[in-house]
RNA sequence: GGAGGGGUGGCAGAGCGGUCGAAUGCGGCGGUCUCGAAAACCGUUAUCCGUCGCAAGGCGGAUCGAGGGUUCAAAUCCCUCCCCCUCCGCCA
């Protein structure tokens, strides 16, 4: 949610920002409704006045007092209405895109920052479905199109790389959470993926209850309420959980193999901060992602998504993207984002600044996912079949080769 | 799933038709005392919206889990929903 009143205090500013991310009629329908709704306080608190008497009334008052109360009644109901409105289309309007991001809405309008890493030169590099174990077509007749089981040494890769990445982030303060994955609707609000995104979030048929798309949600909900006391912040959680998305509107893209599906295992970071001190955590949360893809030796590069690219919250994003030998490119494998006061404001997350209370900026980013496992297998390919493991990754459990032969360890 | 109890300010906890935005305690803030601090004592301290003001603040309205209802009047009575606790059942 942006600061109503601060757009209403410059809505120029906010409507030419807005318009980079497409937004710019939302924009102007709010600053309607929200006039509309001011329009009618001012009437409704005078009548409101009006119907407050102390003590027992006298008759004369009581027959005053029904004309009031039906003119109020009319009043109320204009007033209820045009909050609704006002309220409905607040939800709609997105974050404010930073200055520094670029303009454009697809990915292609993405600006690159650098590259780190050489992609390693294969002959005939194969593809991840070929070096690691997985069963697509198994997991197709369970449970449909784009689910697969991830099975024996490969699934150990995967578990150690989640572990690789919450001991490091554990190491540097971040507060380790296993979150629930079924939300209610007022998280998915609140972190603004409702209603902007709602087509990509399954819902349970029986209950008032969502699938998380991402850890990012029960994290922001965590403090959803609250008052945090300055000296608390900044608060560093780090996540590991399952996640969850329909991938509508997606249909036909990377249909081959596990770069999309409906689930995946990402550990996210997440960090809740003082105003002043959120574009600072942001280029943490980007240095700790790069330093875990670093260390591991995959070849990646950074980009700034442009303002029409990036989600309703989101105010910058950086993207994070590695080679795949297999489709000769690089692929988004984890986005870090600065959602300002952003989801703080929907959530009620303040603390106290003086007097005064102030929502916080809160901040996600991902640690690792599923999808790095499928370029460790990929760009770490021998050219017979197998793969070599990297070093910090046999040291917390994974085999320390993969593939050529049956598996060995495990099933 | 069944039975009962409960959701009140930063926290704990009273209030159970009007004098209640709400006792009291803790915490916070300011002060007295002190070389300084602790203790003690004094004062102060909810949020949101609108509006006026450069500001401090003033004025009006709303808010006692959420939404509806009864009433001239609701934190207090009624209904629905959500959540928490206790016991029973089931269960990793």
């Not at 081959?256 to 001190?277: C, D, S, W, Y």
């Not at 910090?392 to 320390?400: D, E, N």
Request: with cysteine; glycine share 8%.
């Amino acid at each position: 949610m942006i600061d109503l009143k601060a757009a209403r205090a410059d809505p120029d500013r906010y409507r030419a920002a807005l318009a980079r991310k497409g937004a710019a009629e939302a924009f102007d329908e709010l600053l309607a409704a929200d006039e509309r709704w001011r329009a009618l306080v001012p009437r409704v608190d005078e009548l409101r006045a009006r119907t407050k008497l102390r003590g027992k009334p006298s008759p004369e008052q009581l027959e005053e007092l029904r004309g009031v109360k039906e003119e109020l009644q009319q009043v109320e109901a204009s007033l209820a209405g045009a909050e609704r409105d006002r309220d409905r289309l607040a939800l709609r309007v997105p974050n404010l895109p930073a200055d520094d991001v670029p303009d454009g809405a697809t990915e292609d309008d993405a600006r690159e920052l650098r590259r780190v890493g050489e992609p390693p030169e294969l002959a005939d590099p194969k593809e991840h479905l070929e070096l690691g174990r997985f069963d697509m077509d198994r997991a197709a007749r369970m449970s449909g199109a784009r689910f697969g089981y991830w099975i024996g040494d490969t699934a150990r890769l995967a578990l150690a790389l989640y572990r690789y990445a919450l001991d490091r982030l554990a190491a540097q303060g971040f507060v380790t959470v296993l979150p629930p994955v079924l939300v209610r609707a007022e998280a998915l609000v609140g972190t603004g993926a409702f209603p902007t995104d709602e087509q990509n979030v399954y819902e349970l048929a029986g209950d008032d209850l969502f699938l998380a798309g991402t850890a990012e949600i029960p994290l922001a909900g965590l403090h959803a309420g609250e008052i945090i006391d300055r000296d608390e912040l900044p608060l560093r959680y780090v996540a590991f959980s399952p996640c969850f998305r329909r991938e509508a509107g997606a249909a036909g893209r990377d249909t081959r193999g596990m770069i999309r599906v409906h689930q995946f295992n990402k550990v996210e970071q997440f960090a809740l901060t003082l105003p002043e001190a959120s574009w600072d955590e942001h280029e943490r949360l980007l240095a700790n992602t790069e330093e875990l893809v670093r260390d591991l030796g995959l070849p990646y590069r950074v980009v700034v998504l442009p303002a029409g690219d990036m989600s309703a919250a989101s105010a910058k994003t950086y993207d994070v993207e590695i080679w795949f030998p297999s489709q000769g490119r690089y692929r988004e494998t984890a986005s870090i984002s600065n959602t300002t006061d952003f989801q703080a404001r929907r959530l009620g997350i303040r603390y106290r600044d003086g007097k005064a209370l102030e929502p916080v900026h809160t901040l996600n980013g991902t640690a690792v996912v599923d999808r790095m496992a499928l370029a460790i297998l990929e760009n770490f390919q021998d050219g017979d079949g197998s793969v070599t493991v990297p070093g910090p990754l046999v040291a917390l459990g994974a085999p320390r080769r993969i593939g050529g032969e049956p598996a060995s360890t495990g099933d």
